[in-house]
């Protein structure tokens, strides 16, 4: 069981917003900073968001980023089909003294 | 452009080790630390580890410590990952992944992983 949790599922039909979340604790995201992960079914994850709100080059402002105490919410405005994947969120955990993934949310396109 | 090219499935008995390497091509290899990040079949990203190219600084995650072994050529831009003693619970996908600055644990370059089946 992962330090972050997040919701197992997540749908909306295309055009609809849907946020996707991420419970953690102190010693995680309460202290530090979160990034977020899309992946393709049989393919490697990809950098969407990172240091709570921060997009990379070439990721859609349709993505957005937040951080409030031990949770952070990752949105989407404006669903489109090709955002069905898993989402995974990430901190820093102190007691891991390493990163730690959160469960992975599936999300679907209706 | 930046990649991380990984070596190929591999296919273990329980017990023995495997070693996955990881190339670092498009970019300055001892300028960015590696992680390393398995996903077991139907399930999430675990953090294994991560090295520093240039230093050869290496931290474990508590999981596998005793069982992990990571290290780098920096002459061929090449990082190792060797896991001994496998089970079948270390069946999975294992990728490396670029950080993008000194542990700053933000994984901005992803190889495309390397399957690796433990069974008798």
């Known amino acids: 069981q992962s330090a972050l949790t997040q919701p197992p599922s997540a749908s909306g039909t295309p055009g609809q917003r849907v946020t996707i979340s991420c419970s953690g604790s102190?010693?995680?995201?309460?202290?530090?900073?979160v990034n977020w992960y899309k992946q393709l079914p049989g393919t490697a994850p990809k950098l969407l968001i990172y240091?709570?709100?921060q997009r990379p080059s070439g990721v859609p402002d349709r993505f957005s980023g937040s951080k409030s105490g031990t949770s952070a919410s990752l949105a989407f405005s404006g669903l489109q089909s090709e955002d069905e994947a898993d989402y995974y969120c990430a901190s820093w955990d102190d007691s891991l003294n390493g990163p730690v993934f959160g469960g992975g949310t599936k999300l679907t396109v209706l | 452009q930046v990649q991380l090219v990984q070596s190929g499935a591999e296919v273990k008995k329980p017990g023995a080790s495997v070693e996955v390497s990881c190339k670092a091509s498009g970019y300055t290899f001892t300028s960015y630390y590696i992680h390393w990040v398995r996903q077991a079949p139907g399930h999430g990203l675990e953090w294994m580890g991560i090295i520093d190219p240039r230093g050869g600084t290496i931290s474990y995650g508590q999981k596998l410590q005793g069982r992990l072994t990571m290290s780098r050529d920096t002459s061929t831009s090449t990082v190792y990952m060797e896991l001994s003693s496998l089970r079948s619970e270390d069946s999975a996908v294992y990728y490396c992944a670029r950080d993008t600055g000194s542990g700053s644990y933000i994984l901005d370059v992803w190889g495309k992983g390397t399957a690796v089946a433990v069974s008798s």
């Open positions: 102190a010693s995680n995201i309460g202290s530090y900073t």
């Open positions: 240091s709570n709100n």
